[in-house]
């Protein structure tokens, strides 16, 4: 006769955790509701940006106020929405998100004009925060405990092809009709696929503070404890860090290399292969994370991202060690990924995880909706792309210095 696996709370008492075959169907039906989610509320604007502005007329800048709106208001949402996953589990907020992505679809599909177009980016922000990889990871973190970097991997491996369907398929259906419709059907996928699927796979057993035995009380003022702490803070400081210098280095890749005589389609070539990169990241973060402790390996991952930068600057004009440097740092922005998804479980345990979670992702995220405008006020203030990739390669190597100080003090009993 077999038993259920356990695994051990902070109180040492042993804790059931939910069916193998359970789990798997939500970590299935994550995966697919991953890539759909990613696919219709992110990957779709850069391909129909061009069509809206030259269509209605709006002014590129302001389309792009938009969608930096939408994660503006993911990032405030992601800290209630941790804290709601908590408490009532990953099925009702990630239900009831694919809902509000799309109203929001709907919405900015019938916008009449640039403000209700900026409001209905702003609801489809607060979507984000219920469907992207927080709340999902969240779920995998609670569900699987312990074994937690197996499901995460599989998780991110899978969604990172969000943009391989979907940009295509975007693509394809504004050639043969018009942005909003496109918007229109891309918003009945996203209906079809993820309401059903976050409604009826996501029922796997959840408990408040199911990984420990402490009263809630005692929860609250560890968790308090927790996000005041420097460690803490410190790393949430790293992690935003990191994500605005990667982010920027991926968006100006293209800009540098054609700037410097590169033609556009190899260029473009060299950001496919950084995407690829990052698959190859990810594939890799389960052995380095058994080998390695947090601390080490998020300086270890910066500095290399670092060095990869001033790599891809120093060899601007030899296209195979450029797009060897491309792959390079790709696989430090895949690995990024996961280590920013296991970061906090690692330090302070799975904890209520899903309320810290989120607000240390959520400087990240204001990370990422600034980025673009930044990044371009910034290039033109250093005078030039290469200016620019060194500035962030300089930001990592800061970040990977900072990280030496994220490790949780021992607790004293």
């Not at 074994?147 to 998780?155: D, N, S």
Request: aromatic content about 8%; hydrophobic content about 50%.
């Amino acid at each position: 006769m077999t038993t259920a696996p356990h695994t051990l709370d902070v109180s040492g008492q042993a804790t059931p955790n939910p069916p193998d075959r359970t789990r798997r169907k939500g970590l299935a039906a994550l995966c697919v509701t991953e890539i759909t989610s990613w696919g219709v509320l992110y990957y779709a604007f850069p391909v129909l940006v061009g069509s809206i502005t030259v269509t209605e007329g709006w002014s590129t800048v302001g389309v792009m106020a938009g969608f930096s709106l939408g994660l503006a208001a993911s990032a405030i949402a992601g800290i209630p929405v941790g804290r709601l996953i908590d408490k009532h589990g990953p099925r009702p907020v990630m239900t009831f998100g694919s809902i509000l992505g799309v109203a929001a679809v709907i919405g900015i599909a019938m916008a009449p004009d640039i403000w209700w177009f900026g409001l209905a980016w702003t609801i489809s922000g607060i979507a984000q925060a219920c469907v992207f990889y927080k709340p999902a990871f969240a779920a995998i973190t609670g569900w699987y405990g312990p074994t937690r970097v197996k499901a995460l991997t599989a998780l991110t491996l899978v969604a990172g092809l969000s943009s391989t369907i979907f940009a295509p398929l975007t693509a394809t259906l504004v050639d043969h009709t018009s942005w909003r419709t496109t918007y229109l059907i891309l918003g009945v996928i996203l209906a079809v696929i993820t309401i059903p699927a976050h409604a009826i796979y996501l029922r796997v057993p959840w408990e408040p503070h199911q990984h420990s035995g402490a009263s809630h009380d005692t929860v609250a003022t560890s968790t308090k404890a927790v996000i005041r702490s420097a460690p803490f803070i410190t790393l949430t400081l790293v992690v935003m860090v990191a994500t605005f210098a990667m982010f920027a280095v991926t968006l100006n890749l293209v800009p540098l290399l054609t700037e410097h005589g590169m033609s556009t389609s190899l260029a473009a070539w060299a950001l496919g292969l950084c995407g690829a990169g990052q698959l190859l990241g990810r594939v890799g973060y389960h052995r380095l994370s058994t080998h390695t402790t947090p601390r080490f390996r998020t300086i270890a991952v910066l500095a290399t991202a670092a060095l990869a930068v001033v790599v891809m600057v120093a060899t601007i004009g030899q296209p195979i060690a450029v797009i060897a440097a491309a792959v390079a740092f790709g696989a430090t922005r895949g690995i990024l990924t996961l280590l920013e998804a296991t970061a906090v479980s690692d330090r302070w345990g799975t904890n209520a995880f899903g309320t810290l979670y989120g607000i240390y992702s959520a400087p990240a995220t204001v990370a990422m909706a600034v980025t673009p405008f930044a990044g371009a006020l910034l290039t033109e203030r250093l005078g030039g792309n290469e200016a620019l990739f060194l500035a962030m390669a300089g930001l990592l190597i800061v970040g990977a210095i900072a990280a030496v100080s994220t490790n949780p003090k021992p607790s004293v009993s």
